[in-house]
């Protein structure tokens, strides 16, 4: 598998966000129930308990799932959304600011809300969400400073989607980039994750990229050893029945778990 600094130029050089979405993330493919309805079921649960707030949220992801967001924004007063990819980060940013050729994120917010309970009113909440967005950095997350060169205000609330496993090779990297993330959060503050479980590539247009491919065994463990008490677990196993030539996932992720130390 290539290294953390191959993943990083690779997904410089063919990532493309807009065919993503495409692939992923909309309603008229196999892969949405799995991905938004699954995952963000649980993502609202975790937030909606009441003990996931405070005032600042740093969400970090190898690409635009700005979104993902979207259950947490009521609960803390600004985010800073991070991406590894920088065609990404001009996406958001050209959504943030409304322009004609962002890309359209309705249909996905819309569902999501509608899993809240809200989704007459998404519109509002979308515009909650370009509001509470404050800032948009890039992230190195083999860097000991992973916003290098901005220091940034440790955060209450860390989430990782779809993050940490695009970005490494193997379980050493992870470890390493699990505590670089880390130190943006406060002591006593939340880890919340997204993940793929036991995975070796996903497809975006015609390029294959890889994927560390780790099992819960193996996260519990890292994440353990990383300061952290896990609060919350959920395991999502895979229902798309096909497509396993365009990613191989065999089940998704999603935990809490609070910091205790740091490293």
Same mark, same amino acid.
């Given at each position: 598998?290539?290294?953390?600094i191959?993943?990083?130029?690779?997904h410089?050089r063919?990532?493309?966000?807009? %065919?993503? #979405?495409?692939?992923?993330?909309?309603?008229?493919?196999?892969?949405?129930?799995?991905?938004?309805? /699954?995952?963000?079921?649980?993502?609202?649960?975790i937030?909606a308990?009441?003990d996931? %707030?405070?005032?600042?949220l @740093?969400?970090?992801s190898?690409?635009?799932?700005i979104?993902?967001?979207?259950?947490a924004c009521?609960?803390?007063?600004?985010?800073?959304?991070?991406?590894?990819?920088? %065609?990404?980060? /001009?996406?958001?940013q050209k959504?943030?600011?409304?322009?004609?050729d962002? #890309?359209?994120?309705?249909?996905t917010i819309?569902? @999501?809300c509608?899993?809240?309970?809200c989704?007459?009113?998404?519109?509002?909440?979308?515009? #909650?969400?370009?509001?509470?967005i404050k800032?948009?950095?890039?992230?190195d997350?083999?860097?000991?400073?992973?916003?290098?060169?901005?220091?940034?205000?440790?955060?209450?609330?860390?989430l990782?989607v779809?993050?940490?496993?695009?970005?490494?090779?193997d379980? %050493?990297?992870?470890?390493?980039?699990?505590t670089?993330?880390?130190?943006?959060?406060?002591?006593?503050?939340?880890?919340?994750?997204?993940?793929?479980?036991?995975?070796?590539?996903y497809?975006c247009?015609?390029?294959?990229?890889?994927?560390f491919?780790m099992?819960?065994?193996?996260?519990?463990?890292?994440?353990?050893?990383a300061?952290?008490?896990?609060?919350e677990?959920?395991?999502?196993?895979?229902k798309?029945?096909?497509?396993?030539?365009?990613?191989d996932?065999k089940?998704?992720?999603?935990?809490?778990?609070r910091?205790?130390?740091?490293?």
């Amino acid at each position: 598998m290539a290294s953390s600094i191959d993943l990083k130029e690779l997904h410089e050089r063919f990532y493309d966000p807009r %065919k993503l #979405m495409e692939i992923y993330f909309t309603p008229k493919f196999s892969f949405f129930d799995d991905i938004i309805i /699954q995952m963000f079921s649980n993502l609202i649960k975790i937030y909606a308990s009441g003990d996931v %707030k405070g005032d600042s949220l @740093i969400v970090l992801s190898c690409g635009h799932h700005i979104y993902s967001a979207l259950p947490a924004c009521e609960y803390f007063n600004e985010i800073t959304f991070a991406s590894a990819d920088g %065609k990404s980060i /001009q996406e958001i940013q050209k959504w943030l600011k409304n322009e004609p050729d962002a #890309m359209d994120y309705g249909q996905t917010i819309k569902e @999501i809300c509608k899993l809240q309970g809200c989704g007459e009113t998404w519109i509002e909440k979308q515009h #909650m969400l370009q509001t509470k967005i404050k800032t948009v950095l890039e992230c190195d997350v083999t860097s000991r400073n992973p916003l290098s060169p901005v220091i940034h205000p440790q955060a209450d609330c860390l989430l990782l989607v779809h993050c940490l496993e695009n970005l490494v090779s193997d379980e %050493k990297s992870y470890c390493e980039a699990l505590t670089n993330v880390s130190s943006l959060l406060k002591p006593g503050g939340h880890l919340v994750m997204c993940a793929t479980l036991e995975t070796t590539f996903y497809m975006c247009g015609d390029f294959k990229f890889p994927l560390f491919c780790m099992d819960v065994n193996f996260l519990k463990d890292a994440l353990t050893k990383a300061g952290y008490v896990i609060e919350e677990i959920h395991i999502l196993p895979r229902k798309v029945d096909c497509l396993y030539d365009v990613t191989d996932y065999k089940s998704f992720i999603v935990l809490k778990a609070r910091k205790c130390r740091e490293l």
